[in-house]
């Protein structure tokens, strides 16, 4: 089994419609990650997490939320979406040292 | 704000050829540096890590880092088509209590 999943894989919704994206994970890690990637605009960052009781900000955290259920789980939300956040969205986790990071196989998200 | 940069590319090259992929970055801080290498469709994977100045070797791959110039750079000798992806260079500040901070990646097409 992967070590770090997301669900679901792909997902398209309709603009103003709230959707969650989960992000499970068996490295036993305490810091988990959510990233979205454009094409041309690389990897950003939205939300971090260093332990259950942390949440940060990323550099483009507007229109989002998360929610630290536990040390394997990290959910990300898009209270009302719009099309400009269609993206493939990157959960990762890292031990102590973030350099390392292990990502999930991705969620690709459209809204329309 | 700190940045990482990189060219986009597409960086061509022969077969059995050297790639070379270059990196800066503004922070004079800097301490980590690491590469990722991102398959089309697939998440990013680290391939090489360079804490201190120097050449840094594994397999067919070498980071270099020169710390006075904020330059990091990842060479992959004898390149085959199978290293065609696109590389991230990534960058920690602190001793590990900040997030990564991702280039936009480079484009390596290599020709067979």
């Known amino acids: 089994d992967a070590d770090v999943t997301q669900t679901p894989r792909n997902r398209i919704t309709k603009t103003g419609k709230r959707i969650m994206l989960e992000c499970s994970q068996t490295?036993?890690?305490?810091?988990m990650y959510w990233y979205r990637q454009d094409p041309g605009l690389g990897l950003r960052l939205i939300y971090y997490s260093f332990d259950v009781k942390d949440i940060n900000k990323g550099e483009i955290s507007d229109g989002y939320s998360v929610s630290r259920q536990a040390q394997a789980k990290f959910s990300l939300s898009l209270e009302s979406a719009i099309p400009n956040q269609t993206a493939l969205y990157f959960c990762?986790?890292?031990?102590?040292?973030?350099?390392?990071?292990?990502f999930g196989p991705g969620t690709r998200l459209t809204v329309t | 704000q700190k940045e990482v940069e990189q060219n986009s590319g597409p960086l061509s090259v022969p077969e059995g050829a050297i790639a070379s992929l270059n990196c800066t970055y503004s922070?004079?801080?800097?301490?980590?540096f690491f590469w990722y290498r991102q398959y089309s469709g697939k998440s990013p994977e680290l391939i090489m890590s360079?804490?201190?100045?120097g050449d840094k070797e594994d397999g067919r791959f070498t980071a270099q880092l020169n710390k006075a110039s904020q330059y990091v750079s990842l060479l992959i000798r004898d390149s085959q088509p199978s290293d065609s992806a696109t590389y991230l260079c990534a960058v920690n500040t602190h001793s590990g209590n900040t997030p990564l901070v991702f280039g936009k990646g480079t484009r390596l097409s290599v020709i067979a």
């Open positions: 922070d004079r801080v800097s301490q980590s």
């Open positions: 360079i804490y201190s100045n």
């Open positions: 490295k036993g890690h305490d810091r």
């Open positions: 990762a986790t890292s031990d102590l040292k973030p350099g390392k990071q292990y």
